[in-house]
């Protein structure tokens, strides 16, 4: 295979991936201004007149004091729930000295992101995945603008990709305007399973089916909506698939983080090694870092693990992509979040910041409070429908969700034709009813679902329910769901 000049860090070359570029990438032209930009920053002591960059003394913003929680407590998301004493405070400032002045924050900046900023990631993605390959970090606006941007780089017109077999409309749904079309992969509670896809790829015609799919989007961990995470042995299989039928992996994981019941992290590891580098160990190793061959293009956020609004994540991608990157942030998003930047930047690597290990510590914390919650609605469930037979759950390892399976062919009114279609859909949606009728709304799984190319019928008879809420809203809301679930089978 050719050699694109990116270069895995042990030396041996990288297989050229370019042929995987949409033909709206290579047409895309770099932004002149943004070109003659970047050369100003590479000219030491340039006067910049050419730009209408508002003076940094016009900005009605000298500091911002960000107050956040303490990270010396045993369990910083508990402290902080209870006790409004156990606070600390990263402060970002225009004129003193800090991580990440707010001269830059506030300013156009570069697209991919400001180097402070990129710079405390490279370190916090080293850590957690150690890519092999040449990995380039571009900044994002959170995981549906970096994988959406993903989906223009690499889809063209009239091709398919490859997802879970129910996957997060929030993604799959953008392509289609663009004409790109979906193949399910099936999945169970580890996660895609590596035949289904092997068989997806072997017995894909040409002739009949357009170009065989070459991108694989996936949720590896806490998958939405079904909750369930790709083993380790499972990963090796699709990302030898992967190399085998070429395939880029879009590993979008902003689950990452929230992975559950892992054994007591051990006082000794974490004093020799740090904190962070202990909990990375506990968690399944990602596509990331697996990839020697740079065809893996990771997804990360701060959605879940700070706050959806920062509007603030990361792409780990092989370097010969990253340009590419850069030319389609250029003309349209410009840059990502300054304040969330700047917010990042001294919470990983300000004087008063929480440092890796301090931001371990809290995800850490983070992820036992939704365990702990996790467990909670699972036994809400057990309570108010364990015994009925009428729906069942499996406990996810990681992520945000619970997957309700209604037993549907139980249902009176159940009934398939002679050609196996079943009523299951209109069942599904009269329960949905029902339940929105009641007071609570659950997500149908029909909504989420991938459908073969040769059919039309469901094959979902799921709700997909979360445990982020409090305690009160999944008391309530299974409460009515149970009563309303045994109501719609017994009358
Ligand atoms: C699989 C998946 N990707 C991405 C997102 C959204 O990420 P962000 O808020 O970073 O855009 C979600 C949920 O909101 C999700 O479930």
Redesign the pocket.
């Known amino acids: 295979m050719a050699v694109n000049g990116n270069v895995i860090r042990n030396g041996a070359p990288l297989p050229d991936l370019s042929h995987h570029l949409s033909s709206e990438t290579r047409s895309r032209i770099p932004n002149p201004m943004k070109a003659i930009w970047r050369l100003a920053q590479r000219t030491p002591g340039v006067i910049n007149m050419a730009n209408g960059d508002p003076h940094h003394t016009l900005y009605p913003i000298s500091e911002i004091a960000f107050k956040v929680p303490s990270i010396s407590h045993a369990d910083p998301v508990s402290a902080w729930r209870t006790d409004e004493s156990s606070t600390q405070t990263f402060i970002s400032s225009k004129d003193e000295s800090c991580a990440l002045s707010l001269r830059e924050a506030l300013q156009y900046g570069s697209g991919v992101g400001l180097p402070e900023v990129r710079e405390v990631l490279q370190q916090l993605t080293d850590l957690l995945h150690a890519p092999t390959a040449n990995h380039t970090i571009t900044m994002s606006l959170?995981?549906?603008?970096a994988?959406t941007k993903c989906f223009r780089l690499l889809g063209d017109p009239g091709e398919a990709f490859l997802a879970e077999e129910f996957s997060?409309p929030?993604?799959t749904n953008a392509p289609l305007a663009h004409n790109i079309r979906w193949v399910p992969v099936r999945l169970d509670k580890e996660g895609m399973i590596p035949e289904d896809l092997e068989r997806v790829l072997r017995d894909w015609d040409e002739s009949k089916r357009g170009k065989r799919p070459h991108v694989l989007y996936t949720?590896p961990c806490g998958q939405?909506p079904t909750g369930s995470t790709l083993t380790l042995d499972r990963r090796k299989d699709i990302y030898d698939i992967a190399c085998r039928w070429d395939l880029i992996i879009l590993e979008?994981d902003?689950y990452y983080f929230l992975q559950y019941d892992k054994p007591p992290m051990k006082a000794e590891d974490i004093e020799k090694d740090g904190f962070a580098k202990t909990f990375a160990r506990s968690l399944v190793p990602s596509f990331l870092s697996l990839d020697t061959e740079g065809r893996v293009m990771r997804i990360d956020?701060f959605?879940k693990i700070i706050a959806?609004g920062m509007r603030l994540?990361w792409i780990t991608s092989n370097s010969a992509f990253a340009p590419h990157f850069e030319n389609l942030i250029d003309s349209s998003t410009q840059h990502p979040h300054g304040l969330g930047q700047a917010f990042v930047t001294e919470m990983l690597a300000g004087k008063g910041g929480w440092h890796m290990d301090g931001f371990a510590r809290w995800v850490k914390s983070l992820c036992d409070e939704y365990q702990r919650r996790r467990d909670f609605l699972a036994k809400l469930f057990d309570t108010e429908l364990g015994d009925s037979g009428y729906a069942s759950v499996e406990i996810p390892e990681a992520g945000m969700f619970l997957w309700i399976k209604i037993n549907i062919d139980k249902h009176p009114k159940y009934q398939k034709d002679g050609a196996g279609r079943s009523n299951m859909l209109l069942l599904m949606e009269e329960l949905f009813q029902r339940l929105l009728e009641a007071g609570v709304m659950m997500m149908p799984g029909y909504v989420f679902e991938i459908m073969d190319e040769d059919t039309t019928d469901s094959r979902c008879n799921h709700f997909r329910t979360t445990f982020a809420g409090d305690e009160d809203t999944m008391e309530k809301g299974t409460g009515v769901f149970g009563k309303t679930v045994r109501t719609f089978f017994e009358s």
């Open positions: 959170g995981n549906v603008d994988v997060f929030g993604m949720v939405n979008d902003p956020s959605s959806p994540g």
